[in-house]
């Protein structure tokens, strides 16, 4: 089987230039028209993979340190400016609104030591946060680490990594630009001591997510002892949870749902040891031990649920949240009198409560002060029919009382893999969003967490396609719904997310007006091959697999682009410091979609643009500057393609 396809003769075939003639036009939303896209040079590489024939026009733009490649970065971002160029009021009005929700005092979840708490904080005027502590609850704050002073530009930012038990230590960690280090081609190893400095505990993940946990421990109260095994060789998850020598473990180990089981050393197998939380209904989303309590976090139809477990199993209580959203369990010392937990929605900006872990009385240790009237809005779920017939679960928010007459603008956005559980949580651009009364949606396809192991595995390796469809079946579902229509349909996605984006324009064009595509895979069949790739074979399996070539070349976006088709307005994004998805992957197809358009009917034509940056990448750190100018980039885009007035 060959995929691939050779454009048109006469298609840019040189190097990386804008064309000077401005004599066919591209046509966007609200009146934005852009001229041609740079030319981009055409240098076929064929060759077999997985037993299939593939020929990659754009190879060359793999290589992100090359002079042809760096002029062509130059050019497109030039082009994306011509765009956003046209747009400025909408962008401006953007920026002022965004920063309005971002420039507020943010504050961490803390940590308690010793009577300490630690936390990081960023007041409104700041890039970002820094690591403060207070002596005592109602302690003076004091500053230990300014993150202001790491980096001129406000990209560094800094975390904490962890606390020495009596409170006189702290570890912290700086990130320049979202940038992450890269340390072994698939397995993952961790080390930490526990609170009791009796135990060192070396954690090793093999693939990302992980297919196997071993834990194994060294007592540190031997000299010259060595790390012994806990659990090991088991073909399952496994994560380490002690009140000061008891050992409990959480897993998924002949539980999809999870359980958490009395550990001891000895037994590596885990036969001998006893069911303290058996499975349930529900999976177990989160598991902490708290003054001497085990607070069990569970998703309850994507909905957070908290019990509260004695250490032999017995329930005591639960968690009340005050709505629809995603609220975690309560963290602190075992030996502790106090723990924190947290709660967000759609609707409600983050906030931090103090726990009375004695008498389970909880106050507001910090809200967000975002200026956003929650009471305007709700959150609903729904639950929809998959292509396969399987009932799949949708958030979606908007203004009270907004009326479904089919021309409100859906921003919905996804991601589906990875065991991710995708759940409510405030974000200034779905609040944005929502003020201009367009409505926000939220999918939770499979692949994800959100029914437990089952569920993840439902969309990984051969059964990808599932997820795709739960995003199509969703799509379609707000059209026939009356909450929009397919031209005013707006998606988003990053990463794993990205991928969906991709999978979304080759596969379904017609369902959407606008896609941003964040951080994206693209190019299936050589994934692996990049930066951290290679940990993600767990997830996608490899196109090296003859047998898993197959099925991944079957919706790998990048191989299946195909000409005579109206693709929806699309925007790449991506930058130089992603060190976990490799930017060439929207390099490249960015490359091959303003080709494959310019060879359309000019009345087809919809803006495909590329979105780099030459600094920031993947993860979180940016500043809160450059984190508003990137989120209006995003939405302005979504909104204007999708005729937002």
């Not at 609104?97 to 700041?126: C, N, W």
């Not at 749902?257 to 001891?264: E, F, Q």
């Not at 199509?472 to 059209?479: C, K, M, P, Q, S």
Request: glycine content about 12%; overall charge neutral; charged content about 20%.
């Amino acid at each position: 089987m060959r995929f691939g396809w050779a454009l048109i003769a006469g298609l840019f075939c040189g190097g990386v230039g804008t064309m000077a003639a401005q004599t066919v036009a591209i046509h966007g939303d609200n009146g934005v028209v852009l001229g041609l896209p740079p030319a981009v040079a055409i240098k076929p590489v064929t060759e077999s993979v997985g037993g299939h024939e593939i020929t990659d026009n754009y190879r060359w733009l793999e290589d992100q340190k090359s002079p042809d490649t760096r002029a062509y970065i130059q050019a497109e971002q030039q082009y994306t400016d011509t765009y956003f160029a046209q747009i400025k009021t909408l962008r401006d009005r953007l920026v002022a609104r965004l920063t309005e929700m971002q420039r507020v005092d943010s504050v961490s979840e803390p940590t308690e030591r010793h009577g300490r708490i630690f936390y990081a904080k960023r007041l409104a005027a700041e890039n970002q946060g820094s690591i403060y502590f207070r002596d005592g609850l109602e302690g003076s704050e004091i500053k230990l680490v300014d993150a202001g002073t790491l980096s001129a530009d406000g990209n560094a930012s800094v975390s904490i990594a962890d606390v020495s038990s009596d409170g006189k230590l702290v570890v912290y960690g700086e990130r320049h630009g979202g940038a992450d280090e890269e340390l072994g081609p698939l397995d993952l190893v961790g080390c930490r001591v526990s609170e009791n400095g009796h135990w060192l505990i070396v954690t090793i993940g093999h693939g990302v997510p992980s297919t196997r946990e071993d834990v194994l421990l060294r007592d540190l109260r031997k000299p010259g002892a060595k790390l012994e095994p806990l659990v090991f060789g088991i073909d399952s998850r496994f994560q380490l949870h002690l009140d000061g020598d008891r050992m409990f473990v959480s897993t998924d180990y002949g539980a999809p749902n999870g359980k958490v089981l009395r550990a001891n050393l000895g037994d590596p197998t885990t036969k001998s040891w006893p069911v303290v939380i058996p499975e349930g209904k529900n999976p177990i989303d989160e598991v902490s031990i708290a003054g001497g309590k085990l607070f069990i976090g569970r998703l309850v139809d994507v909905k957070s649920e908290t019990s509260i477990y004695n250490l032999n199993g017995k329930k005591l209580g639960t968690i009340a949240y005050p709505t629809i959203g995603t609220g975690s369990v309560v963290r602190g010392r075992a030996d502790s009198k106090i723990g924190f937990y947290s709660f967000s929605s759609f609707t409600v900006p983050q906030t931090i409560y103090q726990y009375d872990i004695a008498t389970g009385k909880a106050t507001v240790w910090n809200r967000a002060q975002v200026p956003y009237d929650s009471d305007k809005y709700e959150v609903k779920q729904i639950f929809y029919t998959s292509k396969d017939g399987t009932r799949v679960p949708m958030f979606i928010a908007g203004r009270k009382g907004l009326a479904r007459g089919g021309s409100a603008p859906v921003l919905m956005t996804g991601y589906g893999g990875f065991l991710l559980s995708e759940t409510p949580s405030f974000n200034a651009k779905y609040a944005w969003w929502m003020e201009q009364g367009g409505f926000f949606a939220l999918p939770n396809m499979r692949g994800g967490g959100e029914y437990g192991e089952t569920w993840h595995k439902a969309g990984m390796f051969e059964h990808k396609q599932n997820v795709f469809d739960d995003w199509y079946a969703a799509a379609e579902y707000l059209i026939a719904n009356k909450y929009t229509t397919s031209k005013r349909l707006a998606i988003t996605g990053r990463s794993n997310g990205g991928l969906l984006m991709g999978a979304s324009m080759t596969q379904r064009p017609d369902l959407f007006g606008a896609i941003f595509c964040g951080y994206p895979l693209l190019d299936m069949s050589r994934f692996q091959k990049f930066l951290v790739g290679r940990w993600w074979t767990t997830e996608y399996g490899s196109a090296e697999n003859p047998q898993q070539a197959d099925y991944i070349l079957k919706y790998s976006p990048y191989q299946n682009v195909r000409p005579a088709v109206k693709y929806p307005a699309i925007m790449f994004f991506t930058g130089d410091s992603d060190t976990r998805v490799a930017p060439l992957h929207a390099r490249k197809m960015a490359a091959l979609m303003q080709a494959t358009v310019m060879a359309e009917p000019e009345a087809d034509r919809r803006p495909i643009l590329l979105h780099y940056d030459v600094k920031n990448g993947h993860s979180a750190g940016i500043s809160v500057d450059q984190l508003v100018s990137d989120m209006a980039d995003e939405v302005g885009f979504l909104w204007n393609e999708t005729g937002g007035k």
